[in-house]
């Protein structure tokens, strides 16, 4: 059985809160079972929101250190879809994450969603 649990941390203030939160839940995860937080970001430091965008540096710290495993996708809402076959196609995965994350919020400042997966391995 695979125990998932979703957060959204978007606003910068609230990452503290959401790591303790995903260690809280992480204690509860079966093996395989994943956390999923969910952000947005075009890595411009700002948003029309006021909510502070995340450059990439800063995205990738996020749960450095943490006990489970973490792999980060980028998905433009074009390419939402997409997170329905993870990670039975990996290859388009790695397209639409690249083409989101470096042409659309880093050449254009459009923001992507980010998906960060922290998943317990089987032991």
Known sequence: MI??????????DDFN???????????????????L???RTNFSGKSPTGWKFLD???INSLYDGHILKKE??????KFWVLIHVL????FLIDIASYVSKV?????FKKPVSVYIFLTKNES
């Open 17 to 35: 809160r959401t790591k303790q939160l995903s260690d809280y839940w992480s204690r509860y995860l079966n093996n395989n079972g994943s956390i």
């Open 37 to 39: 937080i969910i952000t």
């Open 103 to 107: 042409i659309v919020a880093g050449t």
């Open 56 to 58: 990439e540096e800063g």
């Open 87 to 90: 990670p039975a196609s990996r």
């Open 3 to 12: 125990f998932a649990k979703g957060f959204s941390p978007f606003n910068s």
């Open 72 to 77: 980060i996708v980028y998905f433009w809402s």
